[in-house]
């Protein structure tokens, strides 16, 4: 693997834990929906604030730990279903568009409540803008592949809670889109050997219609975002 042969061949960066840790917190604890600044002006300092090599290990981690949680939270409410109702759900990582065509209803989005406090429109969005703008450095400080799959499964539930979740498409949350697909593009194209696109991502790309995107304070539309274009654009070039 071309990121274990860098970290072994003497291109190892210089990483400090402690660092890690301390930009870890401040991401925590001075971001997210307490903080008193919109979430664009939150992705703008965050991004500012994670560049660096120790900055890129907290990004990547801050996505994966996402995924992570989102998927054991996912499991836990399809579990809770099963209890009250006997209905049994199956929950995939790889595609969870089944999962919420068949139960959307019935399903909370995780993004909003995880137990790391991660915002998907705050600390998210701009992990995800720092693991792309710095894709061509990854493989210096870990494994690109199991990231690109986080990033694709942030994706997927993602566009999946709009279409089935009731999740309202405002202007943060077709940010979120946008970064997710364009990084998951600018990590591609710096991968040697880079994986299948998984099902869901396929499924949108096969597809061409536009999404309205709302105004954050209000019901007005102010744009929209056509997904499939948006996926065809930057992985298949």
């Known amino acids: 693997m071309r990121w274990l042969r860098r970290l072994l061949g003497g291109r190892r960066v210089q990483l400090d834990p402690g660092r890690q840790q301390a930009l870890l917190r401040d991401v925590q604890s001075r971001y997210g929906t307490h903080a008193q600044v919109r979430f664009p002006e939150q992705v703008e300092a965050l991004t500012a604030a994670l560049n660096s090599d120790d900055g890129l290990v907290v990004a990547a981690r801050i996505v994966s730990q996402v995924a992570d949680e989102a998927h054991a939270d996912l499991q836990a409410q399809a579990q809770e279903i099963h209890r009250r109702t006997g209905r049994r759900l199956l929950v995939h ?8 065509m068949e139960a959307g209803h019935a399903l909370r989005w995780p ?9 998907p429109y705050a600390q998210v969005a701009a992990a995800v803008a720092v693991v792309g703008s710095q894709a061509p450095r990854l493989d210096r400080v870990t494994d690109p592949n199991p990231l690109l799959t986080h990033v694709f499964e942030v994706l997927d539930l993602t566009t999946a809670a709009w279409e089935y979740g009731r999740v309202r498409v405002d202007t943060d949350a077709a940010a979120l889109a946008d970064r997710l697909i364009l990084s998951a593009g600018q990590v591609i194209a710096a991968m040697d050997d880079p994986p299948r696109l998984p099902p869901a991502v396929r499924e949108l790309m096969r597809r061409n219609n536009t999404v309205s995107v709302h105004d954050p304070a209000g019901p007005r539309a102010v744009g929209g975002i056509n997904l499939g274009a948006r996926m065809r654009e930057n992985f298949l070039a």
């Not at 993004?111 to 915002?119: D, E, I, R, V, Y």
Request: proline share 12%; hydrophobic share 40%; aromatic share 24%.
């Open 93 to 100: 990582r790889r595609n969870y568009r089944p999962l919420w």
């Open 111 to 119: 993004l909003f409540a995880l137990p790391c406090g991660f915002h």
